[in-house]
């Protein structure tokens, strides 16, 4: 008796159940315009029902209250969503934001002064405006050209720039706002000002560890505060150029 009765409750529930399962129509679009999208894929995993959208992007499936349904198609973003009613729906399939592939060539501040240093050996400037003691003995036209020479005189005043701004970037990338922020917690004007007055020299960051360069800011945020956090020292005004007008003035 009892068997009867759970096989009759399974029938009854089974029964209930495919009641509740009806056709649920709607039409796919393309998001953003009244484009239709046909042969868009509708599928109800829980029933395993597989239905396609037609030329006019309508479809029709069986489902369920609570069912998830999920819309895909080649080209478009895939769309999941619930069956709350058994209203028809309206879906709408965005396509995939695709960024244009870009070719990035950059060049550090190294290799764009090597390329210049390029250029000067390209004029014949071979030893930068230097030439090595030897040379005079198998090159002594081309170490004579170095000396006096106008592209060796400007590859020389290039190297020793060369030099500077080398020392320079190597300071910025150890000593800048982002390794001094975090440790002192000053914006704007003060930490502006802490980068100028308390900026390390190249030959101290050749001598100084990681840990070295975290003591030395901490230690130069103590005195900055000792100092009622000044502002950076102005720059002393160039001298005037001499009037070339002066008469009195001799070549």
Same mark, same amino acid.
């Given at each position: 008796?009892?068997?009867?009765?759970?096989?009759?409750?399974?029938?009854?529930?089974?029964?209930?159940?495919?009641?509740?399962?009806?056709?649920?129509?709607?039409?796919?679009? @393309?998001?953003?315009?009244?484009?239709?999208?046909?042969?868009?894929?509708?599928?109800?995993?829980?029933?395993?029902?597989?239905?396609?959208?037609?030329?006019?992007?309508?479809?029709?499936?069986?489902?369920?209250?609570?069912?998830?349904?999920?819309?895909?198609?080649?080209?478009?973003?895939?769309?999941?969503?619930?069956?709350?009613?058994?209203?028809?729906?309206?879906?709408?399939?965005?396509?995939?934001?695709?960024?244009? @592939?870009?070719?990035?060539?950059?060049?550090?501040?190294?290799?764009?002064?090597?390329?210049?240093?390029?250029?000067?050996?390209?004029?014949?400037?071979?030893?930068?405006?230097?030439?090595?003691?030897?040379?005079?003995?198998?090159?002594?036209?081309?170490?004579?050209?170095?000396?006096?020479?106008?592209?060796?005189?400007?590859?020389?005043?290039?190297?020793?720039?060369?030099?500077?701004?080398?020392?320079?970037?190597?300071?910025?990338?150890?000593?800048?706002?982002?390794?001094?922020?975090?440790?002192?917690?000053? @914006?704007?004007?003060?930490?502006?000002?802490?980068?100028?007055?308390?900026?390390?020299?190249?030959?101290?960051?050749?001598?100084?560890?990681?840990?070295?360069?975290?003591?030395?800011?901490?230690?130069?945020?103590?005195?900055?505060?000792?100092?009622?956090?000044?502002?950076?020292?102005?720059?002393?005004?160039?001298?005037?150029?001499?009037?070339?007008?002066?008469?009195?003035?001799?070549?």
């Amino acid at each position: 008796m009892k068997l009867v009765l759970l096989a009759f409750t399974i029938v009854c529930f089974s029964f209930g159940a495919n009641a509740q399962r009806k056709d649920l129509r709607g039409v796919v679009f @393309e998001k953003g315009s009244s484009t239709r999208i046909s042969k868009a894929q509708i599928s109800n995993p829980k029933y395993q029902l597989v239905s396609q959208s037609d030329g006019l992007g309508l479809f029709t499936i069986q489902a369920t209250i609570g069912d998830t349904l999920k819309i895909s198609k080649e080209g478009y973003t895939d769309q999941i969503i619930m069956v709350s009613s058994f209203q028809d729906l309206i879906i709408q399939l965005a396509k995939p934001i695709q960024l244009a @592939e870009v070719n990035v060539t950059a060049q550090s501040k190294k290799q764009e002064l090597d390329e210049i240093k390029k250029q000067y050996r390209s004029k014949g400037s071979f030893y930068g405006g230097k030439p090595p003691p030897l040379a005079y003995i198998f090159s002594p036209v081309t170490a004579l050209y170095e000396l006096i020479g106008k592209t060796p005189g400007q590859a020389r005043r290039f190297n020793n720039y060369y030099s500077r701004e080398l020392q320079e970037s190597e300071i910025d990338r150890r000593f800048n706002l982002y390794t001094v922020k975090p440790l002192t917690l000053y @914006e704007g004007k003060d930490l502006q000002n802490f980068l100028l007055l308390y900026r390390p020299t190249f030959d101290q960051l050749q001598q100084w560890s990681d840990y070295d360069l975290v003591n030395y800011i901490k230690k130069s945020a103590i005195a900055f505060e000792a100092a009622g956090r000044p502002a950076a020292q102005v720059l002393p005004k160039l001298p005037k150029a001499p009037d070339l007008s002066d008469k009195k003035l001799k070549y």
